[in-house]
C-alpha cells in the first residue's frame, strides 16, 4: 500500500462530489473571522480562491511578484474555456467532458478529481457571466461556442483570442470587491521564499519584498499556493518571463510531494525562435491549424535553399512539397493532437528540412484554403468566372476575418505577410501538466498546504486538452478549495492567530537569508541568464518532444554540474537590499536547476510513452501504428510522487496506483 | 545594427535621477525593444553595473507590466502594440532612442524605468466589479440575453490590459481612459446595472483622489492606447457620471 | 470656484457647458457685425436694440460676462492641476505624434484670446459704458457704425484683430468639437456634429477677419 491517500470518497462516481461536500465539516462564519488563510499566485486559480475564502469571511492575504494581481499569466490564455452546458445541442454532458479529459490524458489522472471538474465546469460559466465577463455572443443575444482541440462537441466558451485576460479579470474584480471590504490583504510584488511549517503544518510564508528587498514573516492556518507551471524550466516557452517553480519548490523541499514532473505539453503552433537574443515564445492559437496545411519541402536541398535565402517556398510546386502530418495521419491531417503534430515537426527538422535558418520551422501554409474560400464566396456572392485576383481577395478576406488578429501579430513579430508567404512555426513549451500531489481536496502531502491550477497534478493526466487549463483553475478556485479547506481549518477553530516570532519562523527567514548572501557572493563569472539559457538547452534537447534513456541519464549529469557551476560562479549585480531583479531570477534559476533534474529522473524512470511524454524507446513495433507512442498500462498506470531527500538524485518515488472504474483504458490513434 | 540610448536612471523612489547615455552594438530587426534591453544589460552586468530596471512579464502583449517612453511616446513609435511587441527594425542604425518611465504624480518611480501604477488597483477597488458571491448559484448563463453589440462594445472596453500608456501619452496625465473602460465594460452590461450609480462616482472619485490631471480630450490616449480602446469610453463615463449625479 | 466643483468630470462639463454658451455668443455677436458689411442702417438698428434693451443689458450682458470669467478661471485653475499631474517633465515629449497642436495648446490660445478681449473691450465696451452709464450722452441711435468704422482705420489694431481670431479659430478648433465629448455625447451624429464644429471654427473666425479687413480697407 502507498503512502499515498487520496482520499477519494466513495460512491458511484458521480456522487462522489455531492456526497464528499454534505459530509465535510464547515466552520462557522463568526469562527472563520478568526482564520487566516495565505494564497500565494493570483492567477485564475489563486485569484478565484482568494475571492471565495474572502467573501467566505476568512481573512486572506494574497501573494503575486506581479504589481497587480490582473497580470498573472493566465491573462495570456487565448483559446477558451470548456464546459458541459450543452448549448449548442450536440450531445454534450459532464460525463462526456470527463471522459475527453482522461482519454486526452492518455488515462493518466484520477476519475474523481476529473469527474469532479466536468460537473463544476457549468457553475463557471454561470459565475463569469454573472461577474460580468464579455463572453461571445450570437444575434440571438446567447453565448456562443465554437469546437476546440479536435473533440466532437462544441463546448468551448471564449472572448474572442482572450478569454485568459477576460476570465483573469472577472476573477481579479471579485478579488477588488474583497480588497475593498477589507478582507483580502493583496501583497504585490512580492515573491513566497519559503514555506514555514509549525508542528508538521504549513503555518506561514517568508517573503521578499521585492521593491524594498525586505524579509517578511506572513503566519496563516493554511496555504494555497496556486502559482502556476514551471515550463520556463527550457528557458523558452510561452510563459511569461517572470513564471517559475520556486513556491511549489520550496514547499517540495518542506516536504510536499512533487508528481509528473516530467509530462510537458509543447504546443505545436508557436512562432519559431529567430536568433540566440530570443526572450521568449509567442503562441499562435490552435485554431489556425482548422486552415493551415503544415509542410516542409520533400527535398533537402529545397530545404537547404529556403535557409539561405536562395529560395522562396512560394516558388515550390506541390509535388515538390511534404506534406507530413496529412501523410502520416490521413483521417486526422493537420488536427491531429498537439504531441502528435510537435513530434512530427521535429522529426522532419532533426531529419534536416527545417525551413527558417535555424533549421527549425515548419511552414503552415494558408494558400489552399484562400483558394478555398474565395471560390466559395465567388459562389454564394453569384459571381460568375471570378478571375484568380478576385478569389484570392475574396479568399484573403474570409481568412482575416477568421484570423485577422493573429495574422497581424504574426506579421509584427516575423515581419512576412502571412497572406502572401506561409507562416513558419515550431512547437514550444506551453504548459506542464505535472506539478505538486494532491489528494482530492488539494491538499499536498504537508497539512494544511493545498495547491490549485496548474501548480498541482491532478486533472489533466500526460496531457492536456486545448481550453481545459482555464477550466480547471477555477474549478478549483472557486468551487472546489472553498469546501474542502473547510474541512481541515474546521479543527483550527480555537488555534487563534500563529505567532510569526517563533523557531520555526526564525530558522526559515535565517535559510532563506544565507541563501540569498551565498546567491550575492558567489564568485561572479557569468549572468543568471547564461545559466538560464544553458539549463534550457539541455532540457530541450535532452527531456524536449523526444526522450531516451541515454540522453536523460546526461541531462541528470549535465544538470547537476551546471548547478554546481552556478552556485560558484553565478554572477549578480547590486544588492540584495531594494530591487534587483537579478536576484530574483536567481533565486528562481537555482530551483529550476533542481527541478530540472527531477524532471529528468521522472522521465527516465516512465519507460513508457504517454501524452506529452514520448520515450524512444517505448514505441509500436508493428502494425498501422507502427512507430507510434506506446502506453504501458501494466507497469505505468500509476501517478509518481516524488519525495524530496536532499539532492534531486536522492529523491524517492512513490507511486499513486490509478484505478479506472468507469473508464476503458484505449489506445488513442490518429492514422 | 548600433544604438545610442539615453535611459533614465533612478536609484529608487526618493533619489534623484538622471538621464544616461549608453551604446549598444549588434542589435538586430528581430529584437524586441525588451530584447535590446536584455541585450543593454548583460552587458552591464557582465562589467559589474546594475542593470537597467523595466518592468515585463508575459512578452506577448497581453499582461499589461510593461511600460516605457520610447522617443517621447507610450511603447515607441508603432501603433496597436505594447514595448514587448516592438520591435527593433523599426529604428534604424545609429539612431539615438530616449527611454524613459511613465510619468505622472500618480505613477512614483520604483526604481529606474520602473513605476507604481497601484493607483489603477484602488481605482479597480474602488467598484471595478460586480457584487455576486462566487456561491455557483447564479442564474443560468444564458439567462439574460444580451444584444450582441453591447456584448462586443463591453469585450472592446475589457480589453484594456491596464499598462498606463493613456497617462503617459496625455499631456495632463488624465486616467479617464483606464477609468472609463472599466465602467463601460459594466455599463453596457445588464449585470452591471444594479451598482451602475454607485460605481461611476467611487471609481472616478478615486481617480480625482490618486492625483491624475483632467481630460482635455485631446486623445493623444486613443492613439496611443496598445489594444486601441476608444474615445467613446470616456463620452460614456461622463454620461454616466452626469446620469448618476443627477441621482445623487 | 474649482472648489465648488470638486470632480474632475463635473469641471470638465463645466468647461464645456461654458464653452457651448460662448459659442452661441460668438454666432450672435458674429450675425450683428456681419450686417454691417452690408448695410449700416441695420447694423445700428440692432446695435441699439442691444445696447437699451434693459433684459439684454442687464441680464443677458452679466451672464455672458460670467460665462467668460467662468471659462477663463475654470481654465486656468485646470491647466494648474493638469500641469501638477505631471511633475516630472518627459526629457523628450513627442506631443504631436499623439494629439493636434490646437488640443494641447488651449491655454495658449485661451491667453491670445483674453488678450484679444481686453484690446476688445478697450475699444468697443468700455467707450460704450462710459458713454452710457457715466457720462450719460444723449442717444444717438446712429452713432454705432461710425464708432466701428473708425476703430479699423488703425492698421495695427487691424492686423491685431485678425491674429486674435486665427488663434480663436485654433481654440474653436478643439474646443467646440470636444466639448460633445465632455458632456457625453458620442454616438452616430458624432461625426456630422464635429464636422460642424470645425466648418464653424473656420466659418466664424474667417467672418470676423472679413468684417474688420472690410472696415479696414472701406475708407
Not at chain 1, 147 to 175: C, D, E, I, P, W
Not at chain 1, 219 to 228: F, Q, R, Y
Not at chain 2, 86 to 96: A, I, N, P, V, Y
Not at chain 3, 183 to 201: D, E, H, I, Y
Request: aromatic content about 10%; proline content about 3%; hydrophobic content about 40%.
Amino acid at each position: 500500500m502507498s503512502i499515498l491517500d487520496a482520499k477519494i470518497p466513495e460512491g458511484p462516481l458521480a456522487d462522489k462530489w455531492t456526497n464528499h461536500k454534505n459530509k465535510i465539516d464547515l466552520v462557522n462564519p463568526a469562527n472563520k473571522r478568526n482564520i487566516d488563510i495565505i494564497v500565494v499566485g493570483t492567477g485564475l486559480a489563486g485569484g478565484s480562491a482568494a475571492a471565495t475564502l474572502a467573501e467566505l469571511g476568512y481573512n486572506v492575504k494574497t501573494f503575486c511578484y506581479q504589481d497587480s494581481p490582473r497580470r498573472a499569466h493566465s491573462i495570456a490564455a487565448q483559446g477558451g474555456i470548456n464546459a458541459a452546458k450543452n448549448y449548442q445541442g450536440d450531445g454534450d454532458s459532464s460525463y462526456r467532458l470527463f471522459y475527453d479529459t482522461v482519454k486526452g490524458g492518455d488515462y493518466r489522472s484520477r476519475e474523481a478529481n476529473v469527474h469532479r471538474l466536468a460537473e463544476v465546469s457549468t457553475n463557471i460559466i454561470d459565475q463569469c457571466v454573472a461577474q460580468g465577463v464579455p463572453f461571445a455572443r450570437e444575434y440571438g443575444g446567447l453565448l456562443d461556442n465554437r469546437s476546440f482541440g479536435g473533440v466532437l462537441v462544441s463546448r468551448t466558451f471564449y472572448a474572442k483570442g482572450q478569454t485568459g485576460q477576460q476570465l483573469l479579470l472577472g476573477a481579479y474584480s471579485a478579488m477588488n470587491r474583497q480588497i475593498k471590504r477589507g478582507k483580502i490583504q493583496a501583497f504585490n510584488r512580492h515573491e513566497m521564499l519559503d514555506l514555514v511549517k509549525v508542528d508538521g503544518k504549513a503555518r506561514g510564508i517568508i517573503a521578499r519584498n521585492l521593491v524594498t528587498g525586505e524579509i517578511e514573516r506572513h503566519s496563516a492556518h493554511a496555504v494555497v499556493l496556486a502559482t502556476g507551471g514551471y515550463g520556463n524550466v527550457f528557458f523558452l516557452s510561452t510563459n511569461a518571463m517572470g513564471s517559475n517553480v520556486m513556491a511549489s519548490w520550496r514547499a517540495h523541499r518542506r516536504g510536499a510531494f512533487f508528481s509528473n514532473p516530467c509530462y510537458t505539453q509543447i504546443h505545436p503552433t508557436c512562432i519559431p525562435v529567430s536568433g540566440d537574443h530570443q526572450s521568449k515564445l509567442t503562441l499562435m492559437s490552435e485554431s489556425l491549424r482548422n486552415d493551415g496545411r503544415i509542410w516542409v519541402p520533400k527535398r533537402i536541398e529545397d530545404a537547404e535553399a529556403i535557409r539561405s535565402g536562395k529560395l522562396k517556398p512560394t516558388q515550390l510546386a506541390e509535388a515538390e512539397r511534404d506534406y507530413y502530418l496529412e501523410r502520416r495521419y490521413p483521417a486526422f491531417g493537420n488536427l491531429v493532437p498537439r504531441d502528435v503534430a510537435s513530434r512530427a515537426a521535429k522529426e522532419r527538422c532533426d531529419a534536416g528540412f527545417g525551413v527558417n535558418k535555424t533549421g527549425e520551422a515548419v511552414y503552415l501554409d494558408f494558400a489552399a484554403a484562400i483558394q478555398r474560400y474565395g471560390k466559395e464566396k465567388a459562389l454564394t456572392s453569384g459571381i460568375e468566372n471570378p478571375s484568380p485576383a478576385k478569389i484570392l481577395e475574396l479568399g484573403e478576406a474570409v481568412i482575416e476575418n477568421k484570423y485577422g488578429n493573429l495574422f497581424q501579430m504574426y506579421e509584427k513579430i516575423v515581419d512576412e505577410n502571412p497572406y502572401k508567404t506561409p507562416m513558419m512555426i515550431y512547437p514550444a513549451v506551453h504548459y506542464t501538466m505535472g506539478g505538486l500531489w494532491v489528494d482530492y481536496n488539494l491538499q499536498t502531502t504537508i497539512p494544511g498546504c493545498y495547491a490549485a491550477g496548474e501548480a498541482n497534478f491532478s486533472d489533466h493526466g500526460a496531457n492536456r486538452l486545448g481550453a481545459s487549463a482555464l477550466m480547471q483553475g477555477l474549478a478549483d478556485g472557486y468551487f472546489v478549495l472553498p469546501y474542502t479547506i473547510g474541512d481541515y481549518l474546521s479543527s483550527d477553530i480555537r488555534t487563534g492567530k500563529i505567532p510569526t516570532d517563533t523557531a520555526e519562523f526564525d530558522e526559515a527567514e535565517k535559510e532563506v537569508k544565507d541563501r540569498i548572501e551565498k546567491l550575492m557572493g558567489a564568485a561572479g563569472q557569468h549572468s543568471v541568464d547564461y545559466y538560464h539559457k544553458k539549463l534550457g538547452k539541455i532540457m530541450w534537447e535532452k527531456c524536449g518532444m523526444s526522450r531516451n534513456e541515454k540522453g536523460l541519464k546526461e541531462a541528470i549529469e549535465d544538470i547537476e554540474a551546471l548547478r554546481a557551476d552556478f552556485w560558484a560562479n553565478v554572477k549578480i549585480p547590486g544588492s540584495a537590499s531594494g530591487m534587483n531583479p537579478e536576484l530574483e531570477k536567481a533565486g528562481r534559476v537555482a530551483d529550476f536547476l533542481e527541478l530540472g533534474e527531477l524532471f529528468a529522473k521522472d522521465a527516465l524512470q516512465r519507460k513508457e510513452s504517454c501524452g506529452g511524454h514520448f520515450r524512444e524507446e517505448s514505441v509500436e513495433q508493428d502494425g498501422e501504428q507502427k512507430g507510434e507512442a506506446l502506453r504501458d498500462d501494466v507497469n505505468f498506470k500509476y501517478v509518481s510522487a516524488w519525495e524530496y531527500k536532499g539532492e534531486p538524485k536522492n529523491a524517492e518515488l512513490h507511486k499513486e496506483d490509478l484505478v479506472f472504474d468507469n473508464i476503458e483504458l484505449k489506445t488513442r490513434s490518429y492514422k | 545594427m548600433n544604438l545610442t540610448l539615453k535611459i533614465w536612471r533612478q536609484q529608487d523612489a526618493t533619489a534623484t535621477g538622471k538621464i544616461v547615455d549608453y551604446r549598444v552594438t549588434g542589435i538586430e530587426g528581430d529584437m524586441s525593444f525588451l530584447e535590446m534591453l536584455d541585450v543593454l544589460n548583460e552587458q552591464l552586468i557582465h562589467k559589474g553595473e546594475e542593470p537597467v530596471v523595466f518592468d515585463h512579464d508575459c512578452r506577448e502583449g497581453i499582461c499589461g507590466m510593461c511600460s516605457l517612453q520610447i522617443n517621447g511616446e507610450p511603447h515607441g513609435p508603432d501603433r496597436g502594440v505594447t514595448t514587448c511587441q516592438l520591435h527593433m527594425r523599426k529604428f534604424k542604425d545609429g539612431d539615438t532612442i530616449y527611454i524613459e518611465p511613465f510619468r505622472a504624480k500618480a505613477f512614483p518611480v520604483v526604481k529606474d524605468l520602473m513605476v507604481d501604477r497601484s493607483a489603477f488597483d484602488r481605482i479597480q477597488h474602488a467598484g471595478g466589479y460586480v457584487s455576486v458571491n462566487t456561491s455557483g448559484n447564479t442564474i443560468d448563463a444564458n439567462a439574460i440575453p444580451i444584444n450582441k453589440d453591447d456584448a462586443d462594445d463591453a469585450f472592446a472596453a475589457a480589453t484594456c490590459i491596464g499598462c498606463g500608456a493613456c497617462v503617459a501619452a496625455c499631456k495632463n496625465a488624465s486616467a479617464m481612459l483606464f477609468t472609463s473602460a472599466k465602467v463601460s465594460q459594466y455599463a453596457l452590461l445588464p449585470q452591471g446595472q444594479v451598482e451602475a450609480t454607485d460605481r461611476v462616482l467611487a471609481m472616478v472619485n478615486q481617480m480625482d483622489e490618486e492625483g491624475f490631471g483632467n481630460c482635455t480630450n485631446t486623445g493623444a490616449c486613443e492613439i496611443e492606447c496598445p489594444k486601441g480602446i476608444s474615445l467613446e469610453n470616456i463620452a460614456r463615463m461622463n454620461r454616466e457620471y452626469l446620469k448618476a449625479s443627477a441621482k445623487g | 470656484m474649482g472648489g465648488l466643483i470638486t470632480s474632475s468630470i463635473a469641471r470638465k462639463v463645466a468647461m464645456a457647458l461654458s464653452g457651448l454658451f460662448l459659442v452661441f455668443f460668438l454666432l450672435q455677436h458674429f450675425t450683428i457685425n456681419f450686417t454691417s458689411l452690408f448695410s449700416a442702417e441695420v447694423f445700428n438698428e440692432i446695435s441699439h436694440f442691444m445696447g437699451r434693451n434693459p433684459v439684454v443689458q442687464f441680464v443677458l450682458q452679466p451672464v455672458l460676462i460670467f460665462g467668460v470669467v467662468f471659462h477663463f478661471i475654470m481654465g486656468f485653475i485646470l491647466e494648474l492641476k493638469n500641469r501638477s499631474a505631471r511633475s516630472v517633465k518627459y526629457a523628450k515629449y513627442d506631443g504631436g505624434a499623439n494629439a493636434s497642436w490646437m488640443s494641447r495648446n488651449m491655454i495658449l490660445s485661451g491667453l491670445v484670446i483674453l488678450a484679444f478681449l481686453g484690446l476688445h473691450f478697450y475699444d468697443f465696451w468700455v467707450p460704450e459704458i462710459a458713454y452710457k452709464y457715466i457720462n450719460h450722452l444723449p442717444e444717438d441711435a446712429t452713432r454705432y457704425y461710425g464708432e466701428l468704422a473708425h476703430k479699423f482705420e488703425s492698421p495695427v489694431r487691424t492686423l491685431l484683430y485678425v491674429i486674435s481670431f486665427v488663434f480663436l479659430g485654433l481654440h474653436l478648433w478643439h474646443g467646440f468639437a470636444s466639448s460633445f465629448q465632455s458632456v457625453g455625447f458620442n454616438n452616430k451624429f458624432s461625426v456630422a456634429a464635429t464636422k460642424f464644429a470645425k466648418a464653424f471654427s473656420i466659418v466664424i473666425p474667417l467672418g470676423f477677419i472679413i468684417v474688420a479687413v472690410f472696415h479696414f480697407f472701406n475708407h
